[in-house]
């Protein structure tokens, strides 16, 4: 089944404490994208990668992290996570920048 | 500078009926368009994708159409359930001196009574 596979789904750190979410797509597809999304403020672009070895920055990319070694993967990194980084998560993946757009379950942190 | 705006916020309308749900963008520069649904809590389910080329596109009881010169995108949903009940948002891919962008709705709500 194509599918992209976001880990761990829930997530409750303390400031500070480094964390990495995983993602995982299973369809060879070379563009992937990370997306959090906040009441009142929709989802918002933080990072994207549109093959292996080449990231760019998207609308939010401050205190966070990212890597694409392999083309299946692109995990997000939060080096010293902050209370305003409390979110919910998702990565996206497609074909190619132009094509449809497939997510992830979403992945819920909480910093406290 | 591209902007993407769905209009309602939200929507309830009784089972059965078919109703229509709007995207409007500013700028006609734009390579394809999506609409997406998600429920609570949940990631998001690609349901449509137009091209800039194409005038619409159906999948079921989904038809999605694209009318770039009114900037404007309607999602048709026929003979609704309330399995059908979810957040409804749509994303126009920008494109921009060679530079794409995808501009994100805030969406629209939809309830659909029994």
């Known amino acids: 089944e194509a599918q992209v596979t976001q880990n761990p789904r829930y997530l409750i750190t303390v400031t500070g404490k480094k964390l990495t979410v995983t993602c995982s797509q299973n369809m060879n597809h070379e563009y992937m994208s990370w997306y959090r999304q906040d009441p009142g403020l929709g989802l918002r672009q933080i990072y994207y990668?549109?093959?292996?070895?080449?990231?760019d920055k998207g609308d939010v990319p401050e205190g966070y992290k990212v890597s694409r070694k392999e083309k299946r993967n692109f995990p997000l990194i939060l080096e010293s996570p902050s209370p305003n980084q409390t979110s919910l998560y998702f990565c996206?993946?497609?074909?190619?920048?132009?094509?449809?757009?497939?997510f992830g379950e979403g992945s819920r942190l909480t910093v406290l | 500078k591209q902007e993407v705006t769905q209009i309602p916020a939200a929507l309830s309308v009784p089972e059965g009926e078919n109703l229509v749900l709007n995207c409007s963008f500013t700028d006609s520069a734009i390579y394809n368009l999506q609409w997406f649904r998600q429920d609570p809590g949940k990631g998001l389910t690609s349901l449509l994708l137009i091209q800039s080329s194409q005038r619409e596109q159906t999948s079921g009881r989904l038809n999605a159409s694209l009318d770039k010169s009114s900037g404007r995108s309607t999602l048709y949903i026929a003979a609704s359930q309330p399995g059908d009940s979810a957040t409804y948002l749509c994303a126009a891919l920008s494109s921009m001196d060679s530079n794409y962008q995808l501009i994100w709705g805030a969406g629209t709500k939809l309830i659909i009574k029994p």
């Open positions: 996206a993946s497609s074909g190619g920048y132009t094509g449809e757009l497939f």
């Open positions: 990668s549109m093959n292996v070895e080449v990231t």
